[in-house]
């Protein structure tokens, strides 16, 4: 017989839908035992149910761009689920997907294959985050679809029923392994969960040990580091100490300097006038010399004189001898005068000889002195230096003392902190070993 067996009011024959059904060819092939065949048994899901399935499929097939449109135009509405499937597909890509989804449940084929792909879907959705009560939802929905389109080419109120029926075990059994696989996601999700769960806490465990030992590393480190500084700021203490001490010493020793200078200008002015002096006593020793010269001439003229006299009173005779004795008494005070004359030039001369050696030591101690002038200007120099060397030290000393003052400032804000680090490193460290016990 055919599909229709009696005519409509409109002129369309009427859908014969049990006489139809047994004309399908369809298949249910599951494990014996099984849980799908448990599931089946339940809901009475049997072969003469596919072949139902397969005699509407010209009726959906022939509504299936409504449907679809119809199933998607209400997910739409929802921002989030909107939001799900941009990140993952298209709508009109996903709408291809679900024609051939829906078709496929009124071809009469149960088999491997079928509830294979059934489970891949839905572990899919599973994966992308999709909440199995949005599922639920829309294939109610797409069950208020198909039933309109069952209402719409069934007249008979029983076979309508068994119909609606029919799809709804179909829809419920396809629900039960979308559940089925939810579930199985779902605990692989918690395990995997559990997994790095137990990773973490084990990974927290190490670092909060860890951190205890750094803490406690950074604490000794923290403590040396401490009592080095306060060394150092002892030392720059010291520092300062002896930067003053250098600074008022230094402040001596330029005063000593001045004074020395102030005698060394002195000891020049001396100098220059034992020099002048000298040279005023050369004068007069020349000039005595001249004199010498004179007298020793004169000495030489009356020595001939007297020697002449003697020789005229010889020849006086008788009367010549008072004469002679005063001719040779006048010679002998020639030559004694002469013998005199030699040695004042003699003693002239080294006077001469030492005023010349007293006026080389005179130039050479004036240089000596115009040198020693010089060095002290030089050491004065070197002291004002060292005085604004030492008043920079003071300054930098005084700075390092307020750094160092800050440093250990900061150092015991370090100190405090690694100490409330450690603490709470022992607090997680706790608090995770109670944890591990809570979850075991």
């Known amino acids: 017989m055919g599909m229709f067996s009696k005519i409509k009011k409109d002129g369309r024959k009427k859908f014969n839908l049990f006489q139809v059904a047994e004309e399908q060819v369809v298949e249910l092939i599951v494990t014996e035992g099984s849980d799908i065949q ?9 072969t003469k149910d596919l072949q139902i399935m397969k005699a509407l499929k010209p009726f959906v097939e022939e509504r299936i761009e409504e449907v679809t449109n119809q199933f998607y135009g209400s997910i739409t509405q929802q921002p989030s689920l909107v939001e799900l499937i941009e990140r993952h597909s298209q709508v009109s890509h996903l709408k291809g997907t679900l024609r051939t989804h829906i078709l496929e449940l009124f071809d009469g084929e149960f088999n491997a294959a079928f509830f294979e792909k059934r489970m891949r879907i839905a572990k899919t959705h599973v994966r992308i985050g999709l909440n199995n009560k949005w599922y639920m939802s829309a294939f109610q929905n797409l069950l208020n679809s198909l039933v309109a389109v069952a209402t719409e080419h069934i007249d008979e109120r029983l076979d309508l029923a068994h119909a609606i029926n029919t799809m709804s075990k179909c829809i419920n ?45 950074t604490n000794a480190a923290l403590t040396a580091l401490k009592d080095q500084s306060v060394e150092i700021n002892s030392l ?37 006038d034992i ?22 001439q004169i000495a030489e003229q009356t020595n001939l004189l007297a020697l002449n006299a003697s020789i005229e009173a010889a020849r006086a005779g ?62 004065e120099n070197y002291f004002s230096e060292i005085l604004n060397s030492m008043k ?21 804000e370090i100190d405090k902190a690694s100490s409330e680090v450690a603490s709470a490193a022992d607090i997680l460290n706790s608090d995770t070993e109670e944890f591990t016990k809570d979850i075991h």
């Open 38 to 46: 448990k599931q089946l048994h339940i809901i009475n899901l049997t």
């Open 173 to 217: 059994f396809e629900q039960q392994i979308v559940l089925e696989a939810y579930e199985s996601e779902t605990q692989k999700i918690l395990k995997g969960k559990d997994d790095q769960k137990g990773s973490f806490i084990k990974k927290v465990s190490t670092s909060a040990m860890e951190l205890a030992a750094i803490s406690e590393q």
């Open 236 to 272: 720059a203490q010291d520092g300062s100490v002896i930067a003053e001490q250098t600074e008022t010493y230094s402040k001596n020793g330029k005063g000593h300097l001045e004074k020395q200078s102030e005698n060394f200008e002195s000891v020049m002015e001396r100098v220059k």
């Open 275 to 296: 020099s002048s002096i000298t040279e005023e006593f050369a004068a007069f020793s020349s000039q005595i010399t001249n004199v010498i010269d004179i007298v020793a």
């Open 318 to 379: 008788e009367y010549g001898k008072g004469f002679a004795v005063v001719a040779d008494e006048i010679r002998k005070l020639a030559e004694q005068t002469k013998t005199s004359t030699i040695s004042v030039s003699d003693l002239i001369k080294q006077t001469n000889s030492q005023i010349s050696s007293v006026s080389q030591s005179v130039t050479s101690m004036s240089d000596v002195v115009e040198v020693g002038q010089e060095t002290m200007k030089a050491t």
């Open 392 to 412: 920079r030290l003071k300054e930098h000393n005084v700075n390092t003392e307020t750094s160092i003052a800050g440093f250990i400032h900061v150092l015991n």
